[in-house]
């Protein structure tokens, strides 16, 4: 017997892994969904059963969100009873809504006020919050506990309306403020002919009703009709709606739109949303495993409205919708975006927002629809931490069992908040478009670790025309030596810039702030492709380094157009407008005040060529110089070509490392050296040639005088100075480099 049920449990639990896409949260129990659709993404605001209740003892409310409709977002929760003073308990149904680039989320809950159910409201900037109490009181009790389920709906004409009530169904006239309301109280006729049969209570002994409504109203309006959806009928509740020409009335039922089924909770609740073409039906059930009338679910189906705008009938699927995008993997991914779940649950902090917890061995996290097509997957990348002893992260193909991909080692990491960033190459090339699954394996029974992002890295070249930039990254030689281990990445609305900086941003601050290093490529390609390993190493060291060019993903020539001296001004610009920025998180993190201008060979003269910038604090011109008269001939096509006498408009102390008289840029560089009298100059010389040492193991010599260099002038590091301050100099010391200094560095 035991047997058979515990068959039938795997035999569910593989169906709903294989197909299934309702319930589509299950990471927490989630209820009453309210669908929002803003700039271009679905969110839905849910409220949160907890795990094992025995009655509606809810403390907060969740936010997810999605562009695909079957990979959903976790954003944590934003709202919880504590942001209302006034309130103790319940925090149950609700709806979000936008308004002048605000988003005001309308609550009820239980207020110690009144001690019945009030209806709330809170605000915020962002659909994702922090929300707070717009008000500091409820916007609307009377110590009735009717008060529960508010909708809202923001009419053509700009009228707000704000509907909700068990058993009675209320309304209100928001203001344009949309936290306060103007009139009476409002009370729809609850009638017959509205709703199918008067509210329970008043209904006659033994004459049969059509319908009769209940609670959770979701008001709408389509070709000029309003229409309000609610659950219906007593428990347990199906969805009805009623149509009306206008929100006061007079309201005539309209018939059913989900009708009983089991979906294993005596309550059901809806919301209605149309997106990117389609239109969606949320509602909720008992069916996540544990689940059941007090641990409820959140679903959605896809439907058609008929031709004149009424409902068709709408039943609950296990499959729930399809997918109405491709994933793109090749980007930072928070680990708790999931098509599906086994095991997992999510948490949230001030530091990192929502990530991954409670894996253990056997959980896993899916992926639907992810597209591969285009670019090969070569490397896997996933922040973690472990406060045990880690596990591994299986990236497999199409199922739990599928072919491996990629397998990531996550070591313990000297606690759950303590994080990693690891990189593992790919086993196996992927093409075309799949599921993936992330299986967590480790020891069986204990945690084995947190997950926050993670992303695929794709073996292509960077597209010229920036095609996927936004979100790529890469660890680079485990992020470098120094105190802070470095990330190279794409940052989004920086378009054919790579950055290189500490993964971990908190140390940083406006006492503690990033000095700045902003750089220009080899042969002004537009790609660092050829000094990766040499800036990451800076970065490592506690620098922001913005360098021209797409983001290399791997050591080979890139190919597209060349680059121009404005990407560096970008750069500069950039990092400047990041810093004062709130919303960054380089936000004041940023040391605006000391930042260095630097490049090689043909990035040299692109940085020559601004030299005049009053932000630059320092230049560092390496395996470069400017043409003389009479070798401008053996220039390449679109190098910059300034004069000589462009020398003269630096006005910061310059280092100039070169690759000693095998450098072809030696001539060139030397000579400006020369030229230089009227602001501090050096020329380092170490005998490699023009290809310098950017390419060997963390850049090797060139990185330790570029660090010194920069310590010195951006940190002002006095040790660091020794390098190249007086007679005896580390610098005239340390083998194979000479130096030469001019007057004003002596
Ligand atoms: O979630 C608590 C209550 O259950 C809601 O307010 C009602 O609509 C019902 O879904």
Known sequence: ????????????????????????????????????????????????????????????????????????????????????????????????VERNGKFYWYICAHSKISNGMAIGVAVSDSPTGPFKDAIGKPLFENGSWDHIDPTVLIDDDGQAWLMWGNPQCYYLKLNEDMISYSGELGRLEMTEEAFGGPMMSKREKGKEYKDSYVEGPWLTKRNGVYQLLYAAGGVPEHISYSTAPSPTGPWKYAGQIMPLCDTKSFTNHCGVADYKGHSYFFYHSGKLPKGGGFGRSVCVEEFKYNADGSFPTIMPTDEGVKPIETFNPYRKVEAETMAFSRGVKTEQNDEIGVYVSEIHNGDFIKLQNVKFDGNVPKQFTARVASGLRGGQIEVRLDSLKGELLARLEVPGTGGWEKWQTLTTDFLQQATGTHDIFFAFTGRKGPKLFNFDWWSLMA??????????????????????????????KEEAGLEAHTVFVPQDLSAFSKKNPLPVLVWGNGACTNSPWEHFKFLNEIASHGYLVVATGFIPVEEKPYQGPMSTTQQQIESIDWAISQNADPSSPYYEKIDVKNICAAGMSCGGLQTLYNCADPRIKTMMI?????????????????????????????????????????DIAYENGMDDFHKINHVPACAANYPVGHGGTYRQPHGGEFTVVALAWLDWQLKGDKQAAKMFKGKDCLLSKREGWTIEKNERMK
């Not at 401008?632 to 000693?660: N, S």
Request: aromatic share 10%; charged share 20%; with cysteine.
């Open 1 to 96: 017997m035991k047997k058979t049920f515990l068959s039938a449990v795997l035999m569910a639990l593989a169906a709903l892994t294989a197909n299934a896409q309702n319930p589509f949260v299950q990471t927490w129990f989630t209820s009453d969904p309210a669908p929002m659709v803003h700039n271009g993404r679905m969110y839905v605001y849910t409220g949160h059963d907890e795990d094992g209740a025995d009655f509606f003892w809810m403390q907060e409310w969740r936010v997810y969100s999605t562009e695909d409709m079957v990979n959903w977002t976790d954003h944590g929760s934003p709202l919880a009873l504590e942001s209302f003073s006034w309130a103790d308990d319940r925090a149950w149904a609700s709806q979000t």
């Open 459 to 488: 073996d292509n070249s960077p597209s010229p025309t920036g095609e996927g930039s936004g979100e790529r990254l890469l660890v680079v030689e485990e992020g470098g030596l120094g105190d802070y281990k470095a990330i190279m």
């Open 622 to 662: 390496c395996n470069s110089g400017l043409f003389k008269e009479s070798n401008r001939g053996q220039a390449k096509g679109g190098m910059p070509m300034p004069e000589k006498a462009k020398l003269k408009e630096i006005h910061t102390p310059v280092i100039y490392i070169l690759g000693g008289k095998e």
